[in-house]
């Protein structure tokens, strides 16, 4: 089976991937190839993120390697979380005081419309390519489950009635940016 790094050590992350990835590529996380150091983040695009995590990987441990950006765009905070969305409440990636800021700069917004948007990058024999999946959705205005991880709590994507963290991991996989922009990867790995 061949083997690629995923750049993360979100078990999240990679349980979601493992699961729309299939049988056909074994996905190594960060620890798994001995990588225990923060790869550095500091572009400010997503796809400047994804592309920085993925060469780190190529250019230190020699892996064909894919990485991802997540954000968080809200509308009626001009974009913000955005690419910042991690450290949205300070440093510490702490999603849960993430996520009471981003509902205490909510309150009495009437516009709660937002989306949730991943690139991922893949550098994969010697080529770069990058994948972008989106989905639109609102804010809510107090968390409801505890399922998934980060803003999911917060986020209800468009057309459901459920927010992310109250959704089985199939049926947000099959809406969701990053089960999206993974659904992209996927066709490319299949035209090889
Ligand atoms: P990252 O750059 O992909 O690690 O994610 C940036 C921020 O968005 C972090 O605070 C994550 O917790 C959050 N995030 C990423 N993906 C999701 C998701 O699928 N649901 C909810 N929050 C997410």
Do not use: W
Request: charged share 25%.
């Amino acid at each position: 089976m061949q083997e690629i790094v995923f750049a993360t050590n979100n078990q999240h992350k990679l349980s979601e991937i493992r699961r729309i990835v299939g049988d056909r590529y074994r996905i190594l996380s960060l620890n798994e190839i001995g990588c225990h150091e923060d790869i550095p983040e500091t572009a400010d695009t997503l796809m400047g993120n994804a592309l920085q995590k993925a060469r780190y990987v190529k250019e230190h441990y020699g892996y064909d390697c894919f990485a991802d950006d997540t954000g968080l765009m809200v509308d009626a905070l001009g974009g913000a979380p955005g690419v910042y969305s991690a450290r949205y409440a300070g440093p510490g990636h702490d999603s849960v005081a993430n996520m009471k800021l981003l509902l205490s700069n909510m309150e009495g917004r009437t516009d709660r419309s937002a989306r949730f948007v991943t690139v991922i990058a893949l550098l994969l024999g010697g080529k770069e390519l990058t994948f972008e999946g989106k989905v639109e959705g609102e804010i809510l205005t107090s968390p409801e489950g505890d399922g998934g991880f980060g803003y999911d709590p917060v986020f209800r994507p468009e057309g459901q009635e459920l927010s992310f963290a109250l959704m089985t991991p199939d049926a947000k996989n099959a809406i969701s940016h990053r089960g999206r922009a993974t659904a992209e990867l996927l066709k490319y790995l299949n035209t090889l």
